[in-house]
């Protein structure tokens, strides 16, 4: 299976901890998204790295979240001291950009469905 | 404020018959829209895109529209089956490439 992966696929946790969700994108992929879901919306954007760069982090990224993206293949999301707020669907996404007229389809991954109790 | 809608939270249409989910848009700078498709506990699955230089881009089954003077968007599923059951989200690219994603719509395909 060469698409997006995420691990792990389902977390509960207890308000205040930490925890930390894995991404594995498509191998050749240079871009990396975070997105996060609630029931009956659509994703959110959270973040975004180009290779090794962060590039963008949305309004919704408080300080109690963090991403890595260390050497340009799989990310790390972590989160902080954990509020019953932060659950939700944690998705992430993975495409390829070539140049400035790339359409950088965005193909995600399963997602890693938080609770926090 | 809400940049991408879908009015319509569900949908429900016969077997064998078009199928057409609507989206609108406000953001006149958006210049990509996509379409995924979602089961449940599973991830967004890429559809069909369109450029904002086109209006209509076809892929089988599926076919979007784009009228950008009227800044909506549709997705027609012909014929409809019942494997197309599942959520249908709308997607526009904006500033820095992240999608802007409308709340979606279920689709229920009977048989």
């Known amino acids: 299976d060469t698409g997006v992966s995420q691990d792990p696929r389902h977390k509960i946790t207890k308000r205040g901890q930490n925890v930390t969700f894995r991404c594995d994108p498509i191998?050749?992929?240079?871009?990396l998204y975070w997105y996060r879901q609630t029931l009956g919306q659509g994703p959110e954007f959270l973040t975004y790295?180009?290779?090794?760069?962060?590039?963008?982090k949305s309004r919704l990224l408080s300080d109690r979240f963090s991403a890595e993206r260390p050497k340009g293949s799989f990310s790390t999301l972590e989160i902080q001291r954990t509020e019953q707020g932060d659950s939700a669907m944690y998705l992430c996404a993975s495409s390829l950009v070539r140049g400035v007229f790339s359409t950088d389809t965005q193909y995600f991954g399963p997602g890693t469905r938080l609770t926090v109790l | 404020d809400q940049q991408v809608k879908q009015n319509s939270p569900s949908l429900s249409v016969q077997e064998g018959r078009i199928s057409i989910l609507n989206c609108d848009y406000t953001?006149?700078?958006?210049?990509?829209f996509l379409w995924y498709k979602k089961y449940p506990a599973e991830g967004p699955t890429f559809l069909i895109s369109?450029?904002?230089?086109?209006d209509k881009n076809e892929d089988g089954r599926f076919t979007v529209f784009l009228n950008k003077s009227a800044k909506h968007l549709s997705l027609h599923i012909v014929p409809s089956q019942p494997g197309d059951s599942a959520v249908y989200f709308c997607a526009a690219r904006g500033n820095g490439n992240k999608l802007v994603f409308g709340a979606g719509t279920i689709l229920r395909v009977k048989s």
């Open positions: 953001n006149s700078m958006f210049d990509y």
């Open positions: 790295f180009q290779n090794e760069a962060q590039l963008e």
């Open positions: 369109i450029s904002s230089i086109k």
């Open positions: 191998s050749e992929h240079n871009r």
